[in-house]
């Protein structure tokens, strides 16, 4: 089986996390850069599968400038096969669709039987990109499992839900989403490290895709300007004389409130 876990680099979860003023993305060099917790979780659901079925291929696959290679070792330190990385400047500040077209496109050409991913990315939050890919792809999303198990032919899997659990199954190939409620991932022994130094790392451009980012006939959001956000005004102050209702009735008027 091979089985594709995608993963990104985000600044550090307990570190500083700010906005470029000028361009509007996330300024990498405020902390340190790490691989979000997420995609390490869904890493540990695919080599934990691999223990059990050593002639499994697990290959890390993420979008992300060429600074992250680093980043990317310790994945392949903890236990994945290979990586493909698709660093390309032409896609930076990419928005959520661009980025599942370009992810859903490098699956395709690497070839997958299993996609795993977390539900939810700990920087941008967007948390629709499991569906977006799998629509791409055109195959099924088990989305939110709280977990997850791994057959020749198919996956099942638990999601929580407001009103109980739902029981969730899939047949390969598909895409799986998971949640926080799966174990962390394990740590990088030596041996692990050393051999990641020997492990392939495929580096891939949008044009090695097929992809033109700049296609204006293609449905994408662009973003053409970013500003701070403005200073905390002071609020309006009602002062309660025997017509307080009377004046808070006129302020949600005037203010489109009601």
């Given at each position: 089986m091979k089985i594709i876990v995608?993963?990104?680099?985000?600044?550090?979860?307990?570190?500083?996390?700010?906005?470029?003023?000028?361009?509007g993305l996330a300024d990498r060099a405020a902390s340190e850069a790490v691989l979000d917790e997420i995609g390490e979780r869904s890493l540990e659901v695919a080599l934990t599968y691999r223990d059990a079925h050593p002639d499994t291929e697990v290959v890390i696959l993420t979008m992300a400038p060429e600074s992250a290679s680093t980043t990317l070792r310790k994945g392949l330190a903890m236990g994945a096969t290979s990586v493909v990385h698709i660093a390309d400047e032409t896609l930076a500040g990419a928005d959520l669709g661009l980025t599942a077209e370009i992810l859903a496109a490098a699956i395709t050409?690497?070839?997958?039987?299993?996609?795993?991913?977390?539900?939810?990315?700990t920087d941008g939050s967007g948390g629709v990109l499991p569906s977006m890919i799998a629509e791409h792809l055109g195959v099924p999303l088990a989305g939110s499992l709280s977990s997850v198990e791994i057959s020749e032919t198919e996956i099942t899997g638990v999601r929580l839900t407001d009103a109980g659990t739902m029981a969730l199954r899939a047949a390969l190939p598909a895409v799986v989403a998971i949640t926080e409620s799966l174990p962390?991932?394990?740590?990088?022994?030596?041996?692990?490290?050393?051999?990641?130094?020997?492990?392939?790392?495929?580096?891939?451009?949008?044009?090695?895709?097929?992809?033109d980012p700049a296609d204006q006939s293609v449905p994408r959001s662009i973003m053409l300007s970013v500003g701070r956000k403005p200073p905390r005004t002071a609020g309006t102050k009602i002062v309660d004389e025997g017509d307080g209702g009377q004046q808070l009735a006129d302020f949600l008027l005037l203010n489109k409130l009601v």
């Open positions: 995608l993963v990104k680099e985000v600044p550090d979860t307990y570190g500083d996390r700010t906005l470029d003023a000028e361009t050409q690497t070839g997958y039987d299993l996609v795993i991913t977390g539900n939810l990315s962390e991932a394990r740590y990088p022994n030596f041996k692990g490290i050393m051999a990641a130094k020997k492990k392939p790392v495929v580096s891939l451009s949008a044009a090695d895709l097929g992809i």
